[in-house]
Nanobody, 124 residues
Framework: QVQLVESGGGLVQAGGSLRLTCVAS????????IGWFRRAPGKEREFVAG????????YYADSVKGRFTISRDNAKNTVFLQMNSLKPEDTAVYFC?????????????????WGQGTQVTVSS
């Protein structure tokens, strides 16, 4: 099993920045991709960004391209999500999740382990 713990959420004004952190523990050798997802009130969970654990290939949802950056520190089993130019519509609970498949995925049902989430609130 893999355990994931997110941190770094908070309240920020529109245009501001936050950096989210996801620390993985347990059977990290099984991880191929770590992704960030979010769930806004009344909405479905949606993909935000993903990164391959070994090669560092990144991919993003169109809604965050150019504003968010995902990165990793393998030595610390940690993935970061740098969020700049935040908008009120970015308000959501943000989750990190892992999957062990050999392809990039943005489908929540293809991710195996999930963290508890961290709240991000962007005020206008």
């Amino acid at each position: 099993q893999v355990q994931l713990v997110e941190s770094g959420g908070g309240l920020v004004q529109a245009g501001g920045s936050l950096r989210l952190t996801c620390v993985a523990s347990g059977r990290t050798s099984s991880i191929n991709v770590i992704g960030w997802f979010r769930r806004a009130p009344g909405k479905e969970r949606e993909f935000v960004a993903g990164i391959t654990w070994n090669g560092g290939t990144t991919y993003y949802a169109d809604s965050v391209k150019g504003r968010f950056t995902i990165s990793r520190d393998n030595a610390k089993n940690t993935v970061f999500l740098q969020m700049n130019s935040l908008k009120p519509e970015d308000t959501a609970v943000y989750f990190c999740a892992t999957h062990r498949r050999s392809y990039l995925s943005s489908r929540p049902d293809e991710f195996d382990y999930w963290g508890q989430g961290t709240q991000v609130t962007v005020s206008s």
